[in-house]
């Protein structure tokens, strides 16, 4: 005989959801028993899963887990205006790795839940997956949040994660979309792109660490060496690029007044800076003299 459906409230709280979620995931232990059998072809995809990708070789590997070991994990279903037809809301790769495997009934567990929960449950579920990407994870929080109101400490107690990774994960979403698609292919890691989130250059420079292979650590100091403004580099490549006349007059001045001193000249032009260090008030005030004479001097 078959179990009565049991009716859960709308508008549930995100930990009630997470029950849900869990039941499927926890089913391996046989704490939780399956509702009954369905046949394959009475199972629907959900039209809304937010997931749209699921890799072929992902799907043959647990394929041929499900013909060694069975389907362990019941999905989680519901009705639909159809008595011969229920709408897989948890597990669809578990459903289509059977019909690969020729496996012609799933045991499930049956649940009456609205759209809006439906699709709650299944980015929840998205989340609990190990191969999905950082911005995809990124995704399915900024759509519990922006569509069911969720807050981030509320996502990272339901889902044992902290606060600061839910945070961090969503800041990756402020990058460029050519950026985003590089974590998506994997050819940047998370950590490359949470360095590039402050740099209004973000394209550029993902270019640069993909081609030149940078840890994370260069990139960081990549980014770094690019917030300085391109005045600023052109003054320090100068600084670094005196020639021999510039030295010598620095050293000349240094050993006059007994300070230190150091000029930097402008590239291409005629302008700069000179620099005089003292060290003690006394040295100030003996350098403010020389000054004076040396003004008196030239004003005759």
Known sequence: MEKKMERRGLGRGLSALMAD??????????????????????????????????????????????????????????PTGNPEQFEIVAGERRWRAAQMAQIHQVPVIVRELDDTEVLEIAIIENVQRADLSAIEEAQAYRQLMDRFGHTQEKIAEALSKSRSHIANILRLLALPQDVQSMVEAGT???????????????????????????????????????AVPAAARARLAGMREKDADTRVLEGDLSANLKMGVTINHEPGGERGRLTITYNTLDDLDMLCRVLSQASRDALG
Not at 194 to 220: F, M, S
């Open 188 to 226: 940047l890691t998370a950590g490359h792109a949470r360095a590039l989130i402050t740099t209004p250059n973000a394209t550029e420079l993902a270019r640069q660490v993909v081609g030149r292979g940078l840890t994370v650590r260069q990139t960081e100091a990549l980014v770094r060496k690019s």
């Open 21 to 78: 979620v869990r039941l499927d995931q926890t089913a391996a232990d046989g704490a939780i028993a399956p509702d009954r059998l369905l046949a394959t072809d009475r199972l629907i995809a959900n039209p809304n899963q937010p997931r749209r990708t699921f890799e072929p070789s992902a799907l043959k590997d647990l394929a041929d887990s499900l013909r060694k070991k069975g389907i362990i994990q019941p999905l989680i279903v519901r």
